[in-house]
């Protein structure tokens, strides 16, 4: 059971802990793309430079997601009267489009790299170096722990945001593993052309995440209904609590960013008085609004029923 205050103290604590994690996000990801650029650089890896590309573009979605989420944060006012939430859905879409723009940089230049590798069978190829292996090993720790972060933040806060954001560093994570394996393959191996072949793989899973939360974040911009079982669940609470309810002639819902408004018909006695009516109809609202969290606002509808 959560009440509206409770409720508003959440959000408040939600928003200050997502400000902090990506503005914390956005100098990491500028040491990263530094340390992976001066890696691939000194260390003759072209999957460490591939990899500092990456990290460039997470620089800029670092920026979109902060700001998404300080204006997303903002309390409602005369002009925004439901809140301003929708605005990190926008961000996370962006976020999300940069995200799926990188992984298919990252495909074409695996490619492009693997045709040209085998093609001269590895002539004129430098293995890399020391450099990039410890690099490689830095950059891992530090998003792993990055991803853990996100993650361990992204359940208490229910957060979308936070949610991309662990997504992003578990599979920038993933990719520097694989950048890792293949520089361990080249240097003792010689076996160049696994470099190219993993990113390809990486920056598919990565793209295909990217769709799927991008298309998550644009059902809550359109009003997509909420959970049927949700749905569901409400229905069986109203039958269980309240059998004064005839009947529930519509219930209707719709997704604000992460929070869930519901609209709701029901019948009642016609020879009901008008206060008796207004009560069980409060008291549906309250305890819809109190049992399931995500549900911020109820609006009940009475039909008068012979």
Known sequence: MSTANEKNQFYDRKFKIEGRITFSTFFCNILLAIGKLFGGIF???????????????DIVTSVITFVGTKLGGKKP??????????????????????VIFS???????????????????????????????I???????????????CKIFQKQTKSNI????????????????????GIVFAIYLKI????????????????YVAIKMMIENINALVDK???????????????KEYPQVISIDKLRSRVFAERVYIDLEIGLDANMSIKD????????????????????HVNIHINPKE
Request: aromatic fraction near 10%; hydrophobic fraction near 50%; charge should be negative.
């Open 43 to 57: 260390g003759k890896s072209q999957a460490l430079i591939s990899d500092a590309i990456n990290s460039f573009g």
């Open 77 to 98: 006012d005369s002009d925004h009267q439901y809140g301003h939430q929708r605005i990190q859905s926008i961000s996370i879409v962006i976020f999300e489009m940069i």
């Open 103 to 133: 992984g298919l940089l990252i495909i074409y230049e695996g490619i492009t790299g693997l045709i040209s590798i085998v093609g001269s069978n590895g002539e004129g190829y430098e293995a890399p170096t020391l450099v990039a292996l």
């Open 135 to 149: 690099i490689s090993i830095v950059v891992i720790c530090i998003k792993l722990t990055l991803f853990i972060v």
């Open 162 to 181: 936070l949610k991309a954001a662990s997504y992003d560093h578990l599979f920038d994570s993933i990719g520097t593993i694989l950048s890792l394996i």
């Open 192 to 207: 160049y052309w696994i470099d190219y072949v993993m990113s390809i793989v990486v920056a598919i899973l990565l793209i």
């Open 225 to 239: 209904a909420w959970d049927s079982d949700k749905i569901s669940e409400i229905k069986k609470l109203i039958k």
């Open 277 to 296: 009516g207004h009560d069980i109809a409060a008291s549906i609202e309250k305890k819809i609004e109190n049992t399931f969290f995500e549900v911020i």
